[in-house]
């Protein structure tokens, strides 16, 4: 979005009255996915706030870091940073020389750590987990405090220090905050801020035996980096206390504001990285790259453009309150961009050989069609015509309804940007099923109104037979049946699509689509948008979006 399209919400306005009162001179932002798993659209929006709000303020040189929060090994890995790297990069944003990462501050935060049980705020508990958690209590009963909340300072210093070095096994030991075990909020129970894992870190390597807790770190990387606005999911407002505590109590060289906006909820999709996880490694589907997922990776093999991403995004808007949107809105602007970008071009899915018998056998004619209606600019291009052309089984039928007005017995149709078709006959198999349909030409009517007693309503897609270039075709559609998977009575895989993905191996395309690129998007003429597929080497055509919205009308 450019900066006169940029959508005014209660973020932006509070970013506008810092900058207006004085408070800040600039902006920074940041974008801090944890690289466990790959970008989903749900990301995108918090991309497209965090991204697009440094963009629209660069008058004060705003800027937005991209901080990898991996502080937990056990999870992570450095395909995913790539992952993330590549996905932002395609949405279209820049974060400049260097991505920032947690785990470059983990003796900073160690430090603050000591800092705190220096200052009595913090104490070492060797309780198991489950002790650790009945003494916590609930909403509606206070927690009970830790028989090791009061040990002295130096107590805490030598275990927090054994630690370190790897004398407890993972979960025998934590860092906990001292704050408040009857606190209302939960979060501010003793919260655990460092635990013991014992495992390798795909950036320190076998460093550290212990590792800082998701909100101990994250306050602690805005203030490091001079972040002014953390802006994060609805779900972190419980949160915001605790953040607040960390950055009260710890050393720490700015003071950022966190402020929180709904998250994006699409209908007929699941979010959850643990439930995209679990259809990764059960096989439903291909990987995380799979076209009917939600995922930035998934999304952009199967054709979608940054810029419909970023338009739905805009047209959604930043709100305290969640709602679900339609996914029907991703498509219908996923629709609206490609039909300004996509050329067009003819594929024909279901081929029924059509025979023109009173074409000269080996003639061929080069018919001129439209690149793109929509573009003047888009120009034409040259597709052949022979003998025999193919054309998809239900433009064909023997005993058409009354409104039907492509081929059939006693009727005629146009080839898209070619001659009028006559049917005269039609072959068929022992079972009766048609084979082939013999049709005569109507020389002259290249671009003109057919000859008086001739009826012609409509015009069909094409491709010659003799010229056709035969690939596979991928028509995905929903992944999930239900609007909402995850409040399926019986779990959110019991609520999978059987007809999320078809596919077509015969497919008869235009000889113009031989060989293209891979990601190159067209628009198969009455057929739908498609996205030419590389990646394993062949090339095939993924499905992006049919032409209208399918699932509106079955319901």
Known sequence: MSNSEAKNDFIREIIAEDLASGKHASI???????????????????????????????AVQAKCNLRFDDT??????????????????????????EAYYASNYFDYFYECALHLIREGDAYVDLQS??????????????????????????????????MRDGDFEAGAAVLRAKIDMAAPNMNMRDPAIYRVLNVDHHNTGDQWKIYPMYDFAHPLEDAKEGVTHSLCSLEFEDHRPLYEWVVEHC??????????????????????KRKLLQLVEEGIVSGWDDPRLPTLSGMRRRGYTPESIKRFIHKVGVTKFNA????????????????????????VLEPL??????????????????NNPEDPEAGTRKVPLAKEVFIERDDFMEDPPKKYFRLGPGRAVRLRGGYILQYTSHDTDAEGNVTAVHVDYLPGTVGQNPPEGVKCKAAIH????????????????????????????????????PESMQVIKGAKLEPTLADVSHGAVFQFERVGYFCADTLDGELRFNRTVGLRDSWAKKK
């Open 28 to 58: 920074l932002t940041r974008f801090p996915p944890e690289p466990n798993g790959y970008l989903h659209i749900g990301h995108a929006k918090a991309i497209c706030i965090n991204f697009g709000i440094a963009q629209e303020n660069q």
């Open 129 to 162: 987990v489950e002790e650790m958690r009945e003494a916590r209590g609930n909403v509606n009963t206070p927690g009970s405090d830790s028989p090791y909340r009061d040990s002295s300072v130096d107590e805490n210093l030598a275990l927090f220090e054994r």
């Open 251 to 272: 050393p720490t060289p700015a003071t950022p504001r966190q402020i929180e906006f709904s998250r994006l909820n699409l209908t007929n999709t699941v979010m959850s």
């Open 324 to 347: 679900t949107t339609d996914v029907a809105l991703l498509e219908f602007e996923l629709r609206s961009h490609l039909n300004q970008i996509a050329s067009r071009r003819m594929g």
């Open 462 to 497: 094409w491709v010659s037979a003799a010229h056709a270039h035969t690939a596979e075709v991928h028509l995905y559609d929903r992944l999930f049946t239900e609007e909402n998977p995850d409040a399926h009575e019986g779990g959110f895989m019991n609520c999978l699509n």
């Open 353 to 370: 050989k059509v025979v023109i018998d009173n074409w000269e056998d080996g003639h061929v004619e080069e018919m001129e069609c439209q």
């Open 72 to 97: 937990n090994p056990i999870k992570e890995d450095i395909e995913y940073v790539e992952s993330i790297k590549k996905d932002v990069a395609w949405l279209g944003f820049d974060w400049g020389q």
